[in-house]
């Protein structure tokens, strides 16, 4: 799975971009070289929006898990003002 945090960081200084090929996506990262500078080939990183799809469903899923110990909390809380 791709950083998307970092992908976000890149994409803003345009050293990474997305490629549609077909049905399919990629993730083209600039690389260059250490020693000079120069140019390399960019690594090239397919991206599958099948597990993009279950990474986002699945953060949802523990962001209603966590939401709902907060409000436990929160009653904890509430009843100690009282």
Known sequence: MIDLKKYQEL?????VSL????????????KFSAEDGTDLPDEVVGVSMGELTEKKEAL?????EIDAF???CDKLNEEKEV
């Open 11 to 15: 994409k803003t200084k345009s050293l």
């Open 19 to 30: 490629v549609k090929a077909g049905d399919s996506y990629a993730m083209a990262t600039k």
């Open 60 to 64: 949802q899923a523990e962001i209603v």
């Open 70 to 72: 907060i409000a436990d």
